[in-house]
């Protein structure tokens, strides 16, 4: 999987300049005379001032080099060491090219770095520094550290710099040497492949993907995609622009990582990201993008099993969760692989590092066991209600309902007792509007359903105050049953506004939820039928304010 070495191929610069053999001495002895000496004196100073962030200042430099006017130095390593300071300004640089014109050019002690390099790793760096050294050395622009990186995919591996002034840079960098942008280091990897790795923007990755076409789709010598990297360590918005870019990308796998394919990158890496949860997002995109995408396996291991295998801790163990959940609703079946006879479940889950993952998967196993028993799924209970009924109003995950509707397909059309079928209670009691989506896409026909009451599915999703699903099925199934009356002679707004279960009349959801009814429906307004007193249950709401219409 992805090395940190290779998300942050710079991260031992700073140990190295700190390691440097440059110890001040405590005192600056009267007995130092010669003139190597002398400069040692003057080059300890200079790189202990330049390293300090705390320190470093005009002022500060200034004083060293006057009191050591005479002295020839060549040894720049506190050059280096200022361009990698985050405190360092151009008057700095601007200075010292002044005294140490040949500092600019100067690779550091360990025969790999020009300051340049140095600059375009420092979060802090800016175009007019990166400007200054290029005129003090337009050599350095084109020159290779021994792994063959040149400054350009310093800056591409820098995920701290100002994103305004990281483009500029960007654009400076390829005008003074264009061939930059296809050039591969010794791991193959091109500047967009740092870029995508080091969290860049999509407009960044658009930059020098317009600059070198058709780089999205080369692999590093391990095999790597941009595509692979953004989904490990990138935005959502940077893995939607290089999957609209390359769509296939999708579908390719690394070999020297047994076969993993984006997917799989985005699982692992949660713990290299500094904010976990926005691995959920792009695992959700890319189950979402392709439906091929959740049969994807590593050595037969499905993704829910490589899912489960992680090893998580108190800082990336929700997002975890999420994306287990996320998996299993794209593709249930994977579960019954833990009923594959009377050991294997128990001696599978217990494997797993996280107790939360066991109770995860425990819990859904209930309703997988529930899908297996054909006459349990067949047979309705007293109220006529089948399994699934029974697990809609338990608002369970849509993997779940999934599993309940393989083992028994006709129980969506199934009425009870009362003449509710599942769309009714999915509508009323589902959390997601992901839930209703489903059932609706199996049979849009059951839109068109009635209780004993005459209650539609959007009388339903009111009565429960489900506002997302109320969105849902005003705008996607064209305001269905807006206007139709129950058998109360009550419209779904009524029901929304006599529903109990509002907790925030005065809340912007709710209030929306309001205006998307009466502007499905505008004619309500004149209807004289329409009470618009809020029944005595649900005058007022929790905090005692009493309810005003349009507020």
């Given at each position: 999987m992805l090395q940190?070495?290779a998300?942050?191929?710079?991260?031992?610069i700073?140990?190295?300049?700190?390691?440097?053999?440059?110890?001040l001495?405590?005192?600056?002895?009267?007995?130092l005379?010669?003139?190597?000496?002398?400069?040692?004196?003057?080059?300890?100073?200079?790189f202990?001032?330049c390293?300090?962030?705390?320190s470093?200042s005009e002022?500060g430099l200034r004083?060293i080099i006057e009191r050591h006017s005479?002295s020839?130095?060549s040894?720049?390593?506190?050059?280096?060491a200022a361009c990698?300071n985050?405190r360092?300004?151009e008057?700095?640089?601007?200075?010292?090219l002044?005294?140490f014109?040949?500092a600019?050019?100067?690779?550091d002690e360990?025969?790999?770095l020009?300051?340049l390099?140095f600059a375009?790793i420092?979060?802090?760096?800016?175009?007019?520094i990166?400007?200054?050294?290029?005129?003090?050395a337009?050599?350095s622009v084109r020159?290779?550290?021994?792994?063959?990186r040149?400054p350009?995919?310093?800056?591409c591996?820098?995920?701290k710099?100002?994103?305004?002034a990281?483009l500029e840079?960007?654009?400076?960098?390829?005008q003074?040497?264009?061939?930059?942008?296809r050039?591969?280091?010794?791991?193959?990897?091109?500047?967009?492949?740092?870029?995508?790795?080091?969290?860049?923007?999509?407009e960044?990755c658009?930059v020098l993907?317009?600059?070198?076409?058709?780089?999205e789709?080369?692999?590093?010598?391990d095999g790597m995609?941009?595509?692979?990297f953004a989904?490990?360590?990138?935005t959502?918005?940077?893995?939607?622009?290089?999957?609209k870019?390359?769509?296939?990308a999708?579908?390719?796998?690394?070999?020297?990582t047994?076969?993993?394919?984006?997917?799989?990158?985005?699982i692992s890496?949660?713990?290299?990201r500094?904010d976990?949860a926005a691995a959920?997002d792009?695992?959700?995109f890319?189950?979402?993008?392709?439906?091929?995408?959740k049969?994807?396996?590593i050595?037969?291991e499905?993704l829910?099993y490589?899912?489960?295998?992680?090893?998580?801790?108190d800082s990336?163990?929700?997002?975890?969760?999420?994306?287990?959940k996320?998996?299993y609703?794209?593709?249930?079946?994977?579960?019954?692989?833990y009923?594959?006879?009377?050991?294997i479940?128990?001696?599978n889950i217990?494997r797993?590092?996280h107790?939360?993952?066991?109770?995860f998967?425990?819990?859904?196993?209930?309703y997988?066991?529930?899908?297996k028993?054909?006459?349990?799924?067949?047979t309705?209970?007293?109220?006529?209600?089948?399994p699934l009924h029974?697990?809609?109003q338990?608002?369970?995950r849509?993997?779940?309902?999934?599993?309940l509707?393989k083992?028994?397909?006709s129980?969506?059309?199934?009425?009870?007792?009362?003449g509710?079928?599942?769309?009714?209670?999915?509508c009323r009691?589902?959390?997601s509007a992901?839930v209703?989506?489903?059932?609706?896409?199996?049979?849009?026909?059951?839109?068109?359903?009635v209780d004993?009451?005459?209650n539609?599915?959007?009388?339903?999703a009111?009565?429960g105050?489900?506002?997302?699903?109320?969105?849902?099925l005003l705008?996607?199934?064209?305001?269905v049953?807006?206007?139709r009356?129950?058998?109360?002679k009550k419209?779904?707004?009524?029901?929304?506004?006599?529903?109990n279960?509002?907790?925030?009349?005065d809340?912007i959801?709710h209030?929306?939820?309001v205006?998307r009814l009466?502007?499905a429906y505008?004619e309500?307004?004149?209807d004289?039928?329409?009470?618009?007193?809020?029944?005595?249950?649900?005058?007022?709401t929790?905090?005692?304010?009493?309810?005003?219409?349009?507020?």
């Amino acid at each position: 999987m992805l090395q940190d070495s290779a998300k942050q191929p710079y991260i031992g610069i700073s140990t190295t300049l700190s390691a440097s053999p440059r110890a001040l001495p405590p005192h600056a002895s009267s007995a130092l005379t010669t003139e190597n000496q002398l400069l040692k004196l003057l080059s300890d100073e200079l790189f202990s001032l330049c390293l300090s962030s705390d320190s470093i200042s005009e002022d500060g430099l200034r004083e060293i080099i006057e009191r050591h006017s005479n002295s020839n130095i060549s040894n720049y390593q506190f050059f280096h060491a200022a361009c990698f300071n985050v405190r360092v300004t151009e008057g700095i640089i601007r200075y010292l090219l002044e005294y140490f014109p040949d500092a600019a050019s100067a690779i550091d002690e360990n025969g790999q770095l020009r300051p340049l390099h140095f600059a375009c790793i420092n979060p802090n760096v800016t175009p007019n520094i990166v400007q200054l050294l290029i005129d003090a050395a337009p050599i350095s622009v084109r020159s290779e550290d021994n792994i063959g990186r040149l400054p350009l995919h310093c800056l591409c591996s820098n995920d701290k710099v100002d994103e305004i002034a990281e483009l500029e840079i960007l654009k400076l960098l390829m005008q003074k040497f264009p061939e930059a942008i296809r050039h591969a280091d010794n791991k193959g990897y091109l500047p967009i492949h740092r870029a995508a790795m080091a969290s860049k923007s999509s407009e960044y990755c658009q930059v020098l993907i317009d600059a070198y076409p058709g780089s999205e789709r080369i692999g590093a010598m391990d095999g790597m995609l941009p595509f692979h990297f953004a989904c490990g360590y990138n935005t959502l918005a940077t893995v939607e622009y290089l999957y609209k870019v390359y769509p296939d990308a999708i579908n390719h796998t690394t070999p020297s990582t047994n076969g993993h394919y984006p997917i799989h990158y985005a699982i692992s890496s949660m713990g290299g990201r500094d904010d976990p949860a926005a691995a959920v997002d792009v695992v959700q995109f890319l189950l979402d993008c392709d439906s091929a995408v959740k049969l994807q396996t590593i050595e037969e291991e499905s993704l829910l099993y490589y899912t489960c295998q992680r090893e998580y801790n108190d800082s990336n163990i929700l997002a975890g969760i999420e994306i287990i959940k996320i998996i299993y609703d794209a593709h249930p079946e994977t579960i019954e692989e833990y009923l594959n006879g009377p050991n294997i479940n128990a001696s599978n889950i217990q494997r797993y590092h996280h107790q939360q993952v066991q109770t995860f998967i425990n819990n859904k196993l209930f309703y997988a066991r529930q899908a297996k028993d054909h006459r349990l799924m067949m047979t309705p209970d007293g109220s006529g209600q089948l399994p699934l009924h029974r697990a809609l109003q338990s608002n369970v995950r849509l993997g779940s309902i999934k599993l309940l509707v393989k083992g028994n397909p006709s129980a969506i059309r199934n009425f009870d007792q009362s003449g509710v079928i599942p769309l009714h209670l999915a509508c009323r009691h589902d959390d997601s509007a992901t839930v209703v989506q489903y059932l609706v896409g199996l049979d849009a026909t059951t839109l068109d359903a009635v209780d004993k009451e005459g209650n539609t599915a959007l009388h339903y999703a009111c009565r429960g105050a489900k506002y997302e699903t109320i969105a849902m099925l005003l705008e996607t199934y064209n305001a269905v049953s807006v206007s139709r009356r129950n058998a109360r002679k009550k419209l779904p707004i009524d029901l929304l506004w006599e529903s109990n279960v509002v907790e925030d009349r005065d809340g912007i959801v709710h209030t929306e939820s309001v205006f998307r009814l009466l502007k499905a429906y505008p004619e309500i307004v004149m209807d004289s039928n329409m009470d618009m007193k809020q029944p005595a249950a649900a005058d007022a709401t929790q905090n005692g304010k009493k309810r005003k219409f349009g507020k």
